[in-house]
């Protein structure tokens, strides 16, 4: 039998029994499993919602600071420092509550309160409900199906029975009843409930305003981008994604991956808007040049974040012609980019998660052209060996000049740098 409560929001009840699955230390599968929801719900409600209560003493998380040869001085350029990772924390359940290992813990400690969470929740809600997911023709129609029904004593759950074709929620009838929708087209009100709700009717007009269509989606999905590389198997392909720490601060990284010449490429911003990822492809477009560009980015892979919504503007040059061509990876699938995701895994031993970027050195793009070179110039073994800019240098030699003049440059193998230190040092 389908699970019909899957589809539904988290309830604070729920929240409070996924609180207690964290305090007993249940997986997130056997926490979903008890409320009837997917593990993937579960797992970003906790992420979503879980707070830091208690920072970690020591500048970094670090694993071996019990056997540290340095006293503690914690600092980013120490030799020894290995990253700090907390199965409990960091992957099921995704919080300390409960933890037996609490009181001895020197790390950053992170808490869920299923109340904080829902109060969250609700603002949330209604920030997105401020305009009615409706227009006033579909809310006209819909009252004229539901309107009749309460008049002979319906509920709103037995008019769902028999109009499934309504595609709603029984509680969302409640919520357009009482929010007035219903009223500027029908004059349906909560009087007209068979049982009154106790929550005072809103004195604001229903402003009807569809959400956002992602029209940009349309001919650029996954499978598009399949099918466009089946005719044209010599394309450049380049993936593009965003690496930050701080959402609300930033600095936010544009990173795009050459992926014939294995090579990574990011330019740094202020904020993470489609504004400014349209601003970084311009740019990039300006770095190669309009002939370099056309020639070694014929496609752009990236994922489906609000800030790559400009794609049309990302396709099409200042003269109206047409530059490239963006695709979009499928919801939740960031293997289909994995070979930038890789990158970023070697981006990430000189800019770690949870780390303060601009206090480590990430001062402007000068800094992250540093980081560039040293990433670039490590031999990598599905190269032979050979590094992204040697190989880059070998066979396209002209844009490898435009990433010189640029300011990235080779590192010798043996003076390459993939620590956070590297920034301290310059």
Known sequence: MENTNAYFHLTLEERRIILKGITNGSTKTAIAQTIGKDKSTVGKEIKAHRVLVKKCPLPLECSAYRKCPFDRQCDTDCPEYIPFRCSRRDRSPGACNGCPNRSKCRFDKYEYNPEKAQAVYRETL???????????????????????????????????????????????????????????????????????????PSRKAAAYKKRQDKRYLQGRTYKDYSAYLAENPEAFVMQMDTVYNDESAGPFIQTFKFIKAGLIFALIHEHKTAASMLSGVCLLEEILTPQLFRRYVHVLLTDRGSEFSAAQAMETAADGSRRTRVFFCD????????????????????????????????????????????????PVESLDGKCPLELTAFLYPDLYERLLAFGIRRIESDSVILKPYLLKNR
Request: aromatic letters at 4%; one cysteine or more.
């Open 126 to 200: 209604a920030d997105s409900r401020a305009g009615v997911n409706l227009t006033s023709m579909e809310a006209k129609h819909m009252a004229d199906i539901i309107g009749p029904l309460l008049h002979q004593g319906l509920s709103p759950y037995q008019i769902l029975q028999a109009h499934p074709e309504l595609r709603i929620c029984e509680k969302t009838i409640y919520n357009y009843i009482e929010s007035g929708v219903f009223h500027e087209v029908a004059g349906i009100t909560a009087m007209d409930l068979r049982r009154k709700v106790s929550r005072k």
């Open 331 to 378: 919801p939740m699938q960031s293997g289909q980019k994995g070979s930038l995701e890789n990158k970023h895994i070697e981006l990430r031993y000189i800019l770690p998660r949870q780390t303060d970027l601009r206090g480590l050195g990430l001062t402007g793009q000068d800094s992250l052209n540093l980081a560039l070179s040293h990433v670039n110039s490590a």
